[in-house]
């Protein structure tokens, strides 16, 4: 098992070179780690390298990170198509290979045959159960979920996934490297559908759609609901500091008033599955519930990133915000 000392710079291997791999792997080059990262084909690796490079030049753009120390963390990545190679020496691997468990399952026996039952074997999926990924390891205990939120060298949060037969060892060794790289991780002890953050997700966006098909509020009024109200304030303040904020009492109140009342659909919203039919599959068609056109989606990414990186400045001036003992 990794010691505390080796947590800090110890080699990883990324595998897997897609929207994730390539930006989990700038991730631990920038907090100093050694990186292999591996795919098949040299084209995912050419293209992961160029995203890594596009990342950065925004993190400078906004002083984020100094175009020196971004130089000399791509310098740490080193790209192979060798499964084998990328593995070498590992001490930590995270998996970012499509979401199917018919490849997870033969890749994680292979990670499991190759490297030493100390190398901790994690995964990103997004909704796999971690035990079912393990299935195939003879040593399951190493094995655990690390579910990182798109785009991966933006979002805080990380997800530390124990499933049924991980090692305590595991968990903690995987949740001291996510603090060490500068992520906020959440250990989650039961190896659930959608694990937390996906639950939390979806568990609101069941209201969203209820509300907006009974025609409570618009769509476009419900996300400004979201962003200007209580994501604007989640940000800061959680639901049970709120409760405390606001008073227990009333607090309870509420929930037992509206609780009964909310939406306990189970079916998906029709939305999208109308969309779906008319071929609106959203910005990569140039329409989904909204239009875009020419230019829109960069500017929109741009914007998102932009207000992420800014609100990433405000983590670093109140770090008691990422943990609420500092
Ligand atoms: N995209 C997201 O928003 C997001 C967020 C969180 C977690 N995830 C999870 O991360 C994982 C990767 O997702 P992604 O969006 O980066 O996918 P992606 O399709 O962008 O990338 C997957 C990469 O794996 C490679 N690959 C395919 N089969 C392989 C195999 N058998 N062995 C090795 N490499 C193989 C592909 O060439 C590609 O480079 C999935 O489990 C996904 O659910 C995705």
Known sequence: MMSDNSTAKCPVAVVGAGTMGAGIAQIFAQAGHPVRLQARKRETLEAALRRVRVNQDELIRHELIAAV???????????????????????????????????KQPLFAEL?????????????????????????????????????????????????????????????????????????????????????????????????????RIGACSGADLEVALKQGLGFRWSVVGPLEHADLAGVDTHAATVALLFPLLSNDTAPPPLFANLAAQGRLGAKTGGGVYEYGPGDVERILARRNTMLIDFIKVLRKHPSLRDPSE
């Open 69 to 103: 120390g971004a130089e000399a963390a791509r310098g740490r990545i080193t790209v192979t198509q060798d499964l084998k190679e990328a593995l070498a020496g590992a001490a930590f691997v995270s998996e970012n290979i499509p979401e199917r468990l018919d490849l």
């Open 112 to 212: 499991d045959r190759i490297t030493p039952p100390e190398t901790i074997l994690s995964t990103n999926t997004s909704s796999l159960p971690i035990t079912q990924v393990a299935r195939d390891t003879k040593h399951p205990e190493r094995v655990v979920g690390f579910h990182w939120f798109n785009p991966p060298h933006l979002i805080p949060l990380v997800e530390v996934i124990r499933g049924e037969r991980t090692s305590d060892e595991a968990m903690d060794a995987t949740y001291r490297l996510a603090r060490a790289i500068g992520k906020s991780p959440i250990r989650v002890q039961k190896d659930i559908p959608g694990f937390v953050g996906n639950r939390l997700q979806r568990a609101l966006e069941r209201e969203f759609f209820y509300l907006e």
